[in-house]
């Protein structure tokens, strides 16, 4: 039987996760591959950690980067983490020296697939990043194997545990954001910095990733990014009371020949399937012709998840099967050109805090009037206490710069109490 | 560039779809591939049907079996449709003569796939049959790569449209079964002998193949299978009243290494993602380690999902990646024994309608008793003009074989005015 010598560099909570897998499950691997997996060396920053693995003394390298160089390597798994620094010098070394490389990292591929790709593709070597996006969710296997007769129109999705966790508790036990966030970290399901998951970089750099594959294009550095920091627990009520739900959502889609990419959060209609997906889980809904519409959802985030979506990379390159990473050459891949969402519609929610006095509602209405933006809906509560009121507006579809037009010229105005927020709305 | 030649035999409307698509997206596929596919020859029973696509007459073959002989015939798409016959035929020759083989019969690899496989793998070709499984939906793909590292202790979910359409209509538009047959009829989502949709063949077909794949085991012949011809509007309102939907679902469970398939009309709990699948979709659940859960949903037949499923494994072939058809070497399948459903316990609904006269309820509750059924919750509805009542009992966990045993004992008394029903209920 044939042999495939594998190093796992770095050797975390995935890293150790898989590491025990290849070893546990090397029989069934072998006879689903016709190849059996040896994990040949590994690495990581501190040797001498412990971990619930037990390493082999001539498995470990005191240098990374031999792995990149050491005939008896054939494949370097890169769990290490980080666009740039000593995961981007292994992938490219790695690739370089024509070993195929299986890797978690997706802020790694966002930057620079595409310069790696065409390295991998040159060296005849694979490329495969499936734990990069969504965890155990098989969507880049689907999208490059199952689903590969289709032109995809859109792509969109929850492709971050960590903000619909806090979205949906917010929602469901009535707290707040800090207290969720607390929660979250308790629960190991945020970071102890989670500034990537809140700010929307996780979901762009996936969204990145995924967009490339369905319209065999290069990655598009240029995305508009909102994250959740500046949900609060009044928007999650004043939705419900609308009917709707607030989910940090990316989408890609083709609108007239254009692709608009964006991460945002969004109100959907309460009874949408993306709505009833709460807490850590991921769905990715891609609509194509022939197929329609397809959904895949599945664990996000965690080491069991991610080492499921490492091992059917892993399996591909067993079976010897040497793919285009981006599914497509470079060659053919396109430069496609990328809208921006100003001129893009939406229906949109926006909230005022107010000081209760009058005019403001039709100084307020008359921005909308000279921005033809039209309102759909608009509710006043006032908070006789305070003296001040919460206007709520939700808008017919308008060109996205308009609404932030209208957020810019209100917030400066000396009634506004508090940032104005504007929310779009997705019909999904 | 590589090319593959292919030859369609069968041109219905999925064969059709297929040949126009496949000429339409030779560029896209070999860019893809690296290896471009040529529709080098049709077949078909009827010459002279109408069809909406341009054959050449050097296309056409007279004789099907030729396809088989060929030297410029690389793979046959098995169109024909049936387990037997023609289509039997035209595989096995196929194989025999070192050709690949892409199919969308169900029938045909729920009955021969193990032999046909042995074959496939003598003669190191493929067999691909993503297509007979759930349409569009890239299940088998999945569960042969994506998620080829888990240990699988359960699938289930929704896998025959017609069926779900005619549940879901009976519920949501308020009509009886033979309302709704008729409508699925005419909107082309039923077939003018649709027995196999609605006595739960079809699903029973698609899950004997999911579950070899699931479990690396020879195909089980023997699955327990109820349709629902016998579900009527009463039970669909019972159900709602219950806090219930009726799907058509079909299962197969490791439990405590036992393997379980069956296919029967279940009661779920209303808000389960299961019960929110509406109309022609369908929904495959798969339990597995490390991944967990993992849904896969979307368009489950028609010419245009189907075609999706075809061409992703032609494109599997276009790529050179030969496979074991089922995942694993016949050398290596496991002879399961697999258990009957009567030992395993469920929770269930049962309906009995009877003649109002005391004692009638003592009597049924009596039989339960005796046979150490436990009564969780019941309800009697009098129909006073009809001097009738009906008894709607929901069980504690029981034995299957309890239940039937149920059934049988109280169908024979002299108070039963129709046929007693028995509903399992599934906690999913």
């Known amino acids: 039987m044939k042999r ?7 050797l975390g909570n995935i890293g150790s996760h898989l590491f025990k897998y290849l070893n546990d499950n090397k029989k069934i691997l072998a006879d689903k591959n016709n ?5 040949k060396y590994v690495s990581a920053k501190n040797k001498n950690r412990k971990r619930k693995i037990k390493i082999k003394k001539s498995q470990w390298l005191n240098n990374y980067l031999d792995a990149t160089k050491l005939k008896d390597v054939d494949l370097i798994v890169e769990l290490i983490g980080g666009s740039d620094g000593a995961a981007k010098k292994l992938v490219f070394n790695a690739l370089k020296n024509k070993k195929h490389v299986v890797t978690a990292n997706k802020a790694l591929i966002a930057k620079y697939g595409d310069q790696l790709s065409r390295i991998a593709e040159k060296n005849k070597v694979n490329l495969e990043f499936e734990a990069s996006v969504c965890g155990g969710v098989p969507i880049i296997r689907s999208l490059k194997e199952g689903l590969i007769a289709n032109k995809i129109s859109k ?9 619909n966790y806090i979205l949906s508790s917010m929602d469901n036990e009535n707290k707040s954001f800090q207290e969720v966030l607390t929660k979250a970290k308790m629960l190991g399901y945020a970071e102890s910095n989670p500034s990537a998951d809140l700010n929307g970089d996780d979901v762009s750099s996936k969204l990145k990733i995924l ?13 508009y990014v909102e994250g959740i920091k500046d949900i609060d627990k009044t928007d999650i009520d004043n939705a419900n009371k609308l009917g709707y739900k607030i989910k940090l959502l990316g989408f890609a889609e083709l609108l007239n020949n254009k692709i608009y990419q964006r991460v945002h959060p969004t109100l959907i209609k309460k009874n949408s399937y993306v709505a009833s997906i ?3 889980l991921n769905a990715v809904i891609v609509e194509g012709k022939p197929v329609g519409q397809s ?3 599945g664990e996000g985030a965690g080491p069991a998840a991610t080492t499921s979506a490492l091992v059917s990379d892993i399996s591909s390159i067993l079976r010897g099967n040497i793919k285009f990473p ?30 209760d006095k009058p005019g403001v509602l039709s100084n307020i209405t008359n921005i909308f009037s000279k921005n033809r933006v039209s309102i759909k809906r608009l509710v006043q ?7 001040s009121s919460s206007i709520i507006i939700v808008t017919h579809n308008s060109k996205d710069k308009y609404l932030k037009k209208i957020i810019r010229e209100i917030s400066r105005k000396g009634f506004i109490k508090s940032k104005p927020k504007l929310i779009r709305i997705d019909n999904i």
């Open 4 to 10: 495939l010598n594998i190093a796992i560099i770095g």
């Open 326 to 355: 981006f599914s497509i050459s470079s060659k053919k891949r396109k430069k496609i050109r990328f809208e921006k969402i100003d001129n893009r519609p939406f229906s949109a929610y926006l909230r005022f805090e107010v000081i």
């Open 295 to 297: 959904i895949i959802q």
């Open 381 to 387: 509560n006032p908070d006789k206490n305070k003296k």
């Open 155 to 163: 792509i969109y999705g929850i492709f971050n545990g960590t903000s």
């Open 278 to 280: 709460d807490g850590v």
């Open 211 to 223: 967009s490339s594959l369905c319209f065999n294009s290069f990655l598009n550095k240029d995305i």
């Open 35 to 39: 190849c059996q997996p040896i994990v």
